[in-house]
T-cell receptor
Framework: SQQGEEDPQALSIQEGENATMNCSYK?????LQWYRQNSGRGLVHLIL?????REKHSGRLRVTLDTSKKSSSLLITASRAADTASYFC???????????FGQGTRLTINP | DAGVIQSPRHEVTEMGQEVTLRCKPI?????LFWYRQTMMRGLELLIYFNNNVPIDDSGMPEDRFSAKMPNASFSTLKIQPSEPRDSAVYFC?????????????FGEGSRLTVL
């Protein structure tokens, strides 16, 4: 069963605008990760946020985590055409390395 | 450094045939995962290994699927006999427990089409 659910399923914006994607999950977690998948490629890790963190930055990426609402958001600022991809959240629990992925948000950046 | 290597990248086969997908994890990684991705069901974890030992195979759809990891540098996922509903992209991923982050490194996937 899927743990994370991304919202929206698809997002189309103009280059230069900011893109925000949301993820909700159901059970307690140790950490939440975001991955990117370009068409026809494997997933690539973007950023991890632990359950005791509220916000994290990496370059143009900003991730927030609200454990009381069991939700996370990924913000990509100043979007570029190369950001066009699908973005997935994944949750980890306990000491296991096992991750459960959501259905993903398909992001399209229009030049 | 080489990433996770999967083969074949594409496989087209007929229903009833045996399919074997292969994976070479990143050297030094002690976890290996097999995922399946479809439009309908998204990314599903099929099975994962720790130090070559299967830990959780609860995601394996049915007895037609089997996975092995004979050594730290090689794993196979076998489907016998294959069915059209097995058509999907199969990903192998590996990770290292020492990082304490659970970050997965994915291969490029094997796209399977069963006619």
């Amino acid at each position: 069963s899927q743990q994370g659910e991304e919202d929206p399923q698809a997002l189309s914006i103009q280059e230069g605008e900011n893109a925000t994607m949301n993820c909700s999950y159901k059970t307690s977690i140790n950490n939440l990760q975001w991955y990117r998948q370009n068409s026809g490629r494997g997933l690539v890790h973007l950023i991890l946020i632990r359950s005791n963190e509220r916000e994290k930055h990496s370059g143009r990426l900003r991730v927030t985590l609200d454990t009381s609402k069991k939700s996370s958001s990924l913000l990509i600022t100043a979007s570029r055409a190369a950001d066009t991809a699908s973005y997935f959240c994944a949750t980890g629990k306990g000491g296991a390395q096992k991750l459960v992925f959501g259905q993903g948000t398909r992001l399209t950046i229009n030049p | 450094d080489a990433g996770v290597i999967q083969s074949p990248r594409h496989e087209v086969t007929e229903m009833g045939q045996e399919v074997t997908l292969r994976c070479k994890p990143i050297s030094g990684h002690d976890y290996l995962f097999w995922y399946r991705q479809t439009m309908m069901r998204g990314l599903e974890l099929l099975i994962y290994f720790n130090n070559n030992v299967p830990i959780d195979d609860s995601g394996m759809p049915e007895d037609r699927f089997s996975a092995k990891m004979p050594n730290a540098s090689f794993s196979t996922l076998k489907i016998q006999p294959s069915e059209p509903r097995d058509s999907a992209v199969y990903f192998c991923a590996s990770s290292h427990s020492g990082t304490n982050t659970g970050e997965l490194f994915f291969g490029e996937g094997s796209r399977l089409t069963v006619l």
